[in-house]
């Protein structure tokens, strides 16, 4: 299975993550979506779970949680935005969310893949949306396989 991972959109869906996302199965957004029309331009590609984020307003707070679970594969995912921890590291999420084999965050638009006590994967995709903070723009691709460990990568965009 393929999972395209994304992040802080703020309203603004690049063209190319249509190409990046072309033949994935799934798609993992971690909040500040910023309109409900980025979602429903994202299930066109794949089904999606979503969090609303900090700064995602009372319409997507209404439709979506702060937190997700979903089983891929047969792993554990756990989705959210993050700022509710502040600035988390990846061993502070896998605290927090014991039993998630999978663990995908936003917020700090700074993209991130990395193993947390040999078996968790922890991704940031970074910042999907316009370039904020001096960070290029970027999203993340995971291969799942059940009985091998999840394979991601980041993908910046142009």
């Known amino acids: 299975m393929r999972v395209g991972v994304i ?81 988390p590291t990846p061993a502070a999420l896998h605290e927090a969310f014991p039993k998630a084999e999978i663990i995908v965050y936003g917020h700090s638009h700074k993209p991130l893949l990395e193993l947390v006590d040999r078996t968790v994967t922890v991704m940031n995709p970074g910042g999907a949306g316009g370039p904020r903070f001096g960070i290029a723009p970027s999203v993340g691709v995971m291969e799942l396989e059940a009985g091998i460990p999840p394979r991601g990568r980041l993908v910046p965009l142009p």
């Not at 802080?8 to 994935?24: A, C, Q, S, Y």
């Not at 969090?51 to 089983?71: C, F, H, K, S």
């Open 7 to 87: 992040s802080d959109t703020h309203g603004f869906l690049r063209p190319e993550v249509f190409d990046v996302f072309e033949h994935v199965d799934h798609i993992l957004h971690a909040g500040d979506v910023g309109k409900p029309e980025i979602l429903i331009e994202l299930e066109a590609i794949a089904p999606v779970t979503a969090v609303y984020g900090n700064v995602d307003g009372p319409e997507l707070r209404a439709r979506l949680t702060q937190v997700a679970e979903v089983e891929l594969e047969g792993f554990v995912v756990v989705v959210t935005h993050g700022d509710q921890f502040g600035h």
